[in-house]
């Protein structure tokens, strides 16, 4: 079973719209949720990331909101850019210390012009 | 500050042939990870050490893989009798163990194709 599950598994957006990514987990005792950006032929980046303490974390364009109660997130783009093209996964991990992550099957995301 | 680095980029083999990755973490970085990634799906974590000690190697397949950290700094995985299962892209990752919510930097990748 999926520990980590996203939606939708693609999405295409025009430039200047807002992107909106979900991402749901079965595992309560995960306390952290980083958000990774992918481009073809690289490793994934850290993108933003949220403790379970806070419901919502902004960096610029890129806003995460989390639920707790109901286990979920989403990382909203807003004024997409055609730069923004990715794949992006949700992760989780219970961190005490450095530990694994468990990462969802991912978002890809095209922006188009 | 140079990233992680990882060897070969590339590599492609037939079934039963054996392969080695090589990584080289973030200088001071005393968490590595290796993660396995299937075409488009996530990476899925296989081993990580602290230092030279394993911490977690559940998600090894043992039997064909292996993964060393001798001096707590580089870190070659191997697959001894490769599998066309075995098709992914490997992940090398590094943080720093002290404080919580460490970050993971990735490297970027060796793809592997087993014909």
């Known amino acids: 079973q999926q520990q980590v599950r996203q939606s939708p598994q693609s999405l295409t957006v025009w430039e200047g719209e807002t992107a909106i990514l979900n991402c749901s987990y079965e595992?309560?005792?995960?306390?952290?949720f980083p958000w990774y950006q992918q481009f073809p032929g690289e490793g994934p980046a850290l993108l933003i990331s949220?403790?379970?303490?806070?419901d919502k974390k902004e960096d610029g364009r890129f806003t995460i909101f989390f639920n707790k109660r109901e286990k979920k997130l989403s990382l909203h783009i807003t004024d997409s850019q055609p730069g923004d093209s990715a794949t992006y996964f949700c992760a989780a991990t219970l961190n005490n210390y450095a530990q694994g992550l468990t990462f969802g099957l991912g978002t890809r995301v095209s922006v188009f012009p | 500050e140079a990233g992680v680095t990882q060897s070969p980029r590339y590599a492609v083999l037939q079934e039963g042939q054996a392969v080695s990755f090589w990584c080289d973490p973030i200088s001071g970085h005393d968490t590595l990870y290796w993660y396995q990634q299937p075409r488009d799906q996530g990476p899925q974590l296989l081993v990580y050490?602290?230092?030279?000690?394993?911490?977690?190697n559940s998600q090894l397949p043992s039997d064909r893989f292996s993964a060393v950290r001798p001096k707590g700094t580089n870190s070659t995985l191997k697959i001894q009798s490769a599998k066309q299962g075995d098709t992914a892209t490997y992940l090398c990752a590094s943080s720093r163990d002290w404080g919580n919510y460490a970050e993971q930097f990735f490297g970027p990748g060796t793809r592997l194709t087993v014909l």
């Open positions: 050490f602290r230092d030279e000690a394993v911490i977690d």
């Open positions: 595992d309560s005792t995960f306390n952290y």
């Open positions: 949220i403790r379970s303490v806070s």
